[in-house]
């Protein structure tokens, strides 16, 4: 079965196809069994018969010792048949020529008719009976043509052209079927790119085509709908946040110096930065809309804003894909800060694949752990022990790099780095 399976047309277009055209031509077969194998064969019968009739009335009419020419003369009027006599021979073989499907038909038939020895043989061109007279050979020659039927070929002829005019149509009316499938389904693919045009795809097709259509976008609104309202609901939960926080600062700056103060102030800063992350990030992802660009002078002037010193950039001169720029901007630059914030070197370098855009950033840290390298993506979680929130960071960065390169249809993984430390890989559709 996986055999059969291997050689199955792939696409829905072609097997629907199949569908369609396998059973024309099983069709095809059975009328050409049933048309030309029978209909041939009684043709063949029935000239058959007739010829070894006319033969046996031309064998007659020498036995009454009609004249020659008289007897020729008749046979080519009446018959449309070639008579030629050679004196004072004997044939040397009777029967056939030898066997052939022409041949069985004649033999069956002079064998019910004709009397006298004979013999069948065939040329390109003409069909020979020869039969003894007497002591004379009495050939008799019909043209071959006339053992086809003139409908045979026209059949032929006509029943190709049908199967092909209604193969045509059947492939035209399909593809016309499938076309709003490719389009529903290339209009997903780019919703989870980050496209969101109303006009990018319209319900059309046949009637069970179009319900899929509507239900992808009902439910596209309401994925939207509610991506909104959670964005929205934690960006203002995260803004009203500021009012206790600012609070919280001028009441830290009354308290007594000492380490109780320091703790205090540096928890609030972490809340504070968790908070602008949180907003920024929101703000992003709801608004942004996607933008030709041209890659390699956008992160150039990334890079521009770090020093530049330690960080080796490498790229097509031109490398043209569409982006939110914000939202990749901070993901690289979050990609940078996690990277001096533990290397001292960086290397970026952007690769142009078939369909793909191929970002690799590689540092000289002491990289990631494999069993941790899935687990940093997770929103709030450090490497470092204890989550010890005296270090920098909040454990968003690679989380929202993420949920940023995702939001493209892309993809970003860990690796390990050629230079000794860790490796960024971000794929992003051209």
Same mark, same amino acid.
């Given at each position: 079965?996986?055999?059969?399976?291997?050689?199955?047309?792939?696409?829905?277009?072609?097997?629907?196809?199949?569908?369609?055209?396998?059973?024309? *031509? @099983?069709?095809?077969?059975?009328?050409?069994?049933? #048309? &030309?194998? %029978?209909? =041939?064969?009684?043709? /063949?019968?029935?000239? !058959?018969?007739?010829?070894?009739?006319?033969?046996?009335?031309?064998?007659?009419?020498?036995?009454?010792?009609?004249?020659?020419?008289?007897?020729?003369?008749?046979?080519?009027?009446?018959?449309?048949?070639?008579?030629?006599?050679?004196?004072?021979?004997?044939?040397?073989?009777?029967?056939?020529?030898?066997?052939?499907?022409?041949?069985?038909?004649?033999?069956?038939?002079?064998?019910?008719?004709?009397?006298?020895?004979?013999?069948?043989?065939?040329?390109?061109?003409?069909?020979?009976?020869?039969?003894?007279?007497?002591?004379? *050979? @009495?050939?008799?020659?019909?043209?071959?043509?006339? #053992? &086809?039927? %003139?409908? =045979?070929?026209?059949? /032929?002829?006509?029943? !190709?052209?049908?199967?092909?005019?209604?193969?045509?149509?059947?492939?035209?009316?399909?593809?016309?079927?499938?076309?709003?499938?490719?389009?529903?389904?290339?209009?997903?693919?780019?919703?989870?790119?980050?496209?969101?045009?109303?006009?990018?795809?319209?319900?059309?097709?046949?009637?069970?085509?179009?319900?899929?259509?509507?239900?992808?976008?009902?439910?596209?609104?309401?994925?939207?709908?509610?991506?909104?309202?959670?964005?929205?609901?934690?960006?203002?939960?995260?803004?009203?946040?500021?009012?206790?926080?600012t609070r919280l600062k001028l009441a830290s700056t009354m308290l007594q110096e000492g380490e109780l103060k320091n703790q205090i102030s540096n928890d609030i800063q972490t809340v504070h930065t968790m908070v602008e992350e949180f907003i920024h990030f929101a703000r992003g992802a709801q608004y942004e809309a996607l933008k030709k660009t041209n890659l390699t002078p956008f992160i150039q002037s990334i890079v521009n804003n770090f020093d530049?010193?330690?960080?080796?950039?490498?790229?097509?001169?031109?490398?043209?894909?569409?982006?939110?720029?914000?939202?990749?901007?901070?993901?690289?630059?979050?990609?940078?800060?996690?990277?001096?914030?533990?290397?001292?070197?960086?290397?970026?370098?952007?690769?142009?694949?078939?369909?793909?855009?191929?970002?690799?950033?590689?540092?000289?840290?002491?990289?990631?752990?494999?069993?941790?390298?899935?687990?940093?993506?997770?929103?709030?979680?450090?490497?470092?022990?204890?989550?010890?929130?005296?270090?920098?960071?909040?454990?968003?960065?690679?989380?929202?790099?993420?949920?940023?390169?995702?939001?493209?249809?892309?993809?970003?993984?860990?690796?390990?780095?050629?230079?000794?430390?860790?490796?960024?890989?971000?794929?992003?559709?051209?």
């Open positions: 079965m996986p055999f059969i399976k291997s050689f199955l047309p792939k696409t829905l277009l072609n097997r629907s196809l199949m569908i369609v055209i396998l059973p024309l *031509i @099983i069709l095809q077969f059975i009328l050409s069994y049933v #048309f &030309f194998e %029978r209909h =041939t064969e009684t043709i /063949l019968k029935n000239i !058959s018969e007739n010829l070894a009739g006319n033969v046996e009335f031309i064998s007659q009419w020498y036995d009454e010792n009609r004249d020659a020419e008289w007897i020729k003369g008749q046979a080519f009027k009446n018959m449309n048949l070639v008579i030629a006599e050679k004196k004072n021979q004997h044939l040397s073989s009777t029967g056939q020529y030898r066997s052939g499907w022409l041949y069985k038909p004649l033999v069956f038939a002079l064998r019910a008719t004709l009397t006298k020895p004979y013999f069948i043989r065939l040329t390109p061109d003409d069909v020979i009976i020869s039969f003894q007279q007497k002591n004379d *050979i @009495i050939d008799v020659y019909m043209q071959r043509k006339r #053992f &086809f039927s %003139r409908t =045979t070929p026209l059949v /032929l002829i006509l029943t !190709s052209i049908a199967a092909a005019l209604l193969s045509a149509i059947s492939f035209l009316f399909m593809r016309n079927q499938i076309r709003p499938i490719i389009r529903l389904a290339e209009s997903a693919d780019l919703y989870g790119r980050g496209y969101d045009n109303e006009d990018l795809f319209k319900p059309e097709g046949a009637l069970e085509v179009k319900k899929v259509g509507f239900a992808f976008l009902r439910m596209k609104k309401r994925l939207n709908r509610l991506l909104n309202e959670r964005l929205e609901m934690l960006a203002g939960v995260s803004h009203d946040l500021r009012t206790p926080i530049q010193q330690k960080i080796n950039f490498v790229s097509p001169k031109e490398c043209w894909v569409e982006i939110k720029r914000t939202s990749i901007n901070r993901c690289l630059t979050n990609i940078i800060v996690n990277s001096f914030r533990y290397a001292d070197n960086l290397w970026i370098k952007v690769s142009l694949l078939n369909h793909h855009v191929l970002i690799n950033c590689d540092d000289d840290g002491p990289g990631i752990p494999i069993e941790e390298r899935e687990k940093v993506f997770q929103p709030f979680y450090r490497l470092d022990a204890a989550r010890n929130l005296d270090t920098p960071g909040v454990g968003l960065g690679l989380s929202i790099a993420r949920d940023l390169v995702y939001a493209h249809g892309g993809d970003i993984r860990l690796d390990n780095s050629p230079h000794g430390g860790l490796r960024v890989q971000i794929t992003l559709p051209c």
